[in-house]
T-cell receptor
């Protein structure tokens, strides 16, 4: 099945609340990245966490990585209406290939 | 300049047409990618160029033909497409990673070309 499965598929919250999205993957990875995509536009890189890191912060974003469970989570704190977008995790498998595999994505809707 | 540009923004073509999508970056990146994205789906990797050489072709039909004329430009030539090829086509670039694989570093994406095949 697909590398980089995410849940939930869709998430609707109120402004000011925290949003948590999860990503699971199947093979060993070199790193895991999170991207945001506003409707019908290009993706924007948010954060990269390497396989030897467990947690990383960037502004209101917190990413964790558990390589034993092959999973990652993205937490957005104090969400804003402008955070409304689709969020994708992307893995670079550590199998000698050069591909990036995107998960199915979580569609986040933040209500003002 | 930290931007990846793509032209055209929108393209409508018939199944017998020949057209090209263009992508340009001036960040000095030596890895460039084409992705295809259908509505409400994740991007799917099509091609990767590393140092202007084709590194990955994800079993893409030959009606899609990539070209990397120099380190700043990436083209995707389209010929005899099918209606199911209608999608958002995204270009991205990155620095090749220290480990040698171009996708070990963050990718910068262009806004995409919305392609409709009639």
């Amino acid at each position: 099945s697909q590398q980089g499965e995410e849940d939930p598929q869709a998430l609707s919250i109120q402004e000011g609340e925290n949003a948590t999205m999860n990503c699971s993957y199947k093979t060993s990875i070199n790193n895991l990245q999170w991207y945001r995509q506003n409707s019908g536009r290009g993706l924007v890189h948010l954060i990269l966490i390497r396989s030897n890191e467990r947690e990383k912060h960037s502004g209101r974003l917190r990413v964790t990585l558990d390589t034993s469970k092959k999973s990652s989570s993205l937490l957005i704190t104090a969400s804003r209406a402008a955070d409304t977008a689709s969020y994708f995790c992307a893995t670079a498998p550590n199998t000698g290939g050069f591909k990036t595999i995107f998960g199915a994505g979580t569609r986040l809707f933040v209500k003002a | 300049d930290t931007e990846v540009t793509q032209t055209p923004k929108h393209l409508v073509m018939g199944m017998t047409n020949k057209k090209s999508l263009k992508c340009e970056q001036h960040m000095g990146h030596r890895a460039m990618y084409w992705y295809k994205q259908k509505a409400k789906k994740p991007p799917e990797l099509m091609f990767v160029y590393s140092y202007e050489k084709l590194s990955i072709n994800e079993s893409v039909p030959s009606r899609f033909s990539p070209e990397c004329p120099n380190s700043s430009l990436l083209n995707l030539h389209l010929h005899a497409l099918q209606p199911e090829d209608s999608a958002l086509y995204l270009c991205a670039s990155s620095h090749p990673g220290l480990a040698g694989g171009p996708t070990y570093n963050e990718q910068f994406f262009g806004p995409g070309t919305r392609l409709t095949v009639l």
